[in-house]
């Protein structure tokens, strides 16, 4: 080892070690109304990760670093989810799933009521964090629910180790495509670290079971197929447009879109980005063969009462849910000022809107059609997204960190690390949040934002 390895050498495996040790304990011993606990161990986590990021420039740190962004991950395997219960509900469907009805169908009431699965009781129920909505989630999250409910009907922690085993493939996938594509956009390969050893995306993803690991991998799949087979011998080359893909490249990236649409929809805020690139027929092709997919995996699923269903849950999601907004917050209370009550209704409504508006604004106006700037362009479209949504959980950051590590910003990473103080809502069952804590989440992650567009111009 040289001198230089040698000094930067230990503390990097210092860090490491006691990482493990922070993750394993905040994954299985930590409970999530402890809020000084749970803030003093992502605090430690952040900072090592940080330090680390900065000493991986050496390439035996680096090695040492992937290494453990792996057993990190299969280290949390066996913990049941701690910072969040939407695992009961995934199982509550799966087991729907396994007696031949789908989830879409009926109410978790109903489902007890006319004692649909022997797998259901009355104890599962009272974990549900919706009972009285319809399941929202869409047809991948749903077979892997069927899956696990199948091979464990009366295990809720087994089924939920195989839900993981999944979502840790997915996390494994996608580390996999982020190393390639730095190499192919001839990035050094140290910025793969800002999401493989990102705190938020190991506990989120891998210890609390959520299924943005696999719209992630799906998406990132999407945009490789994308790519032009050769690297390019110049970063010139970066500029070549898209539309020299192949049709079936396109058909295989158009596939890849769907499964990441039916893990969640939240990437349909990309497609509109690829009309300038791809041009009008092949985007119509792109479109079409998504379309196809995706009523493949819905029609086993659906009929005309289960549609319905399925948008009054969306519904829902956007006129009455809140959390951890940001500009809605600041509608709401101009609301309350106005009106005097909570205009979650109709404020809900408009910012969806001024959602799509914005988005499709930002893609017709863009005229770098680089595939470098195409990963940033779905990165600001999901910004756009989480500035004006009603709910931001911690969780949905983690397809802006993976999408940051192909773009020049770094504000999705100060974001990750902020996002945990809004679980001090979860101190006690008021589920009362901070909204000065929201008010320094956001100050500080949009100043951040500001402060990168200024220092680029």
């Not at 990482?19 to 952040?46: K, N």
């Not at 058909?251 to 300038?276: D, H, N, Q, R, W």
């Not at 849950?313 to 005097?340: P, Q």
Request: glycine share 4%; charged share 10%.
């Amino acid at each position: 080892m040289s001198i230089g390895a040698e000094r930067h050498g230990w503390p990097a495996l210092a860090l490491l070690l006691l990482s493990g040790i922070a993750y394993v304990y905040l994954s299985y011993i930590t409970v999530r109304s402890d809020f000084g606990e749970l803030i003093a161990l992502f605090a430690f986590l952040f900072a090592a990760y940080l330090v680390l990021y900065r000493l991986a420039k050496n390439e035996r740190v680096l090695r040492w670093c992937m290494l453990a962004a792996v057993f990190f991950r299969i280290s949390l395997l066996f913990c049941t989810p701690n910072l969040s219960d939407d695992y009961w509900r995934f199982f509550w469907d799966g087991a729907i799933s396994a007696e031949g009805i789908s989830p879409f169908a009926v109410l978790p009431q109903e489902a007890l009521d006319q004692q649909i699965s022997p797998s259901l009781d009355q104890a599962i129920f009272e974990q549900l964090n919706s009972p009285n909505y319809y399941t929202i989630y869409p047809p991948v999250n749903q077979a892997v629910f069927l899956l696990a409910a199948k091979l464990f009907p009366q295990s809720v922690p087994s089924a939920v180790l195989v839900m993981k085993f999944f979502l840790l493939l997915c996390e494994f996938g996608s580390l996999f495509l982020l190393w390639h594509m730095l190499a192919y956009f001839q990035v050094h390969r140290s910025r793969w670290l800002l999401y493989a050893l990102n705190p938020l995306v190991i506990i989120e993803l891998s210890a609390n079971c959520h299924f943005e690991a696999a719209m992630i991998f799906f998406s990132l799949l999407a945009f490789w197929f994308l790519l032009p087979k050769a690297p390019p011998s110049s970063p010139l080359k970066l500029f070549e447009a898209a539309k020299l893909s192949s049709f079936a490249a396109l058909a295989k990236s158009a596939i890849a879109m769907s499964l990441a649409v039916c893990s969640k929809l939240l990437p349909l805020v990309f497609l509109p980005f690829l009309l300038k690139r791809l041009g009008i027929v092949k985007t119509a092709f792109y479109g079409l063969v998504m379309l196809l997919m995706i009523l493949l995996l819905y029609v086993p699923l659906l009929n005309a009462d289960i549609i319905s269903n399925m948008m009054s849950s969306v519904d829902l999601y956007f006129h009455k849910f809140e959390f951890n907004a940001s500009m809605y917050y600041v509608v709401r209370a101009i609301g309350y000022k106005i009106y005097g009550w909570n205009i979650i209704a109709t404020a809900g409504s408009h910012l969806a809107r001024a959602t799509l508006v914005l988005i499709l604004a930002v893609a017709f106006l863009q005229r770098d059609l680089s595939f470098r700037k195409l990963a940033t362009s779905w990165m600001f479209a999901l910004l756009i997204y989480f500035g004006l949504a009603t709910i931001v959980h911690p969780w949905y950051l983690t397809t802006l960190v993976a999408y940051c590590v192909l773009s020049p910003y770094r504000f999705p990473i100060v974001w990750s690390a902020l996002a945990v103080l809004s679980y001090y809502t979860y101190i006690s069952d008021a589920y009362t949040e901070s909204l000065l804590l929201v008010a320094v989440e956001y100050s500080l992650v949009y100043g951040y934002l500001l402060w990168e567009l200024v220092r680029r111009e």
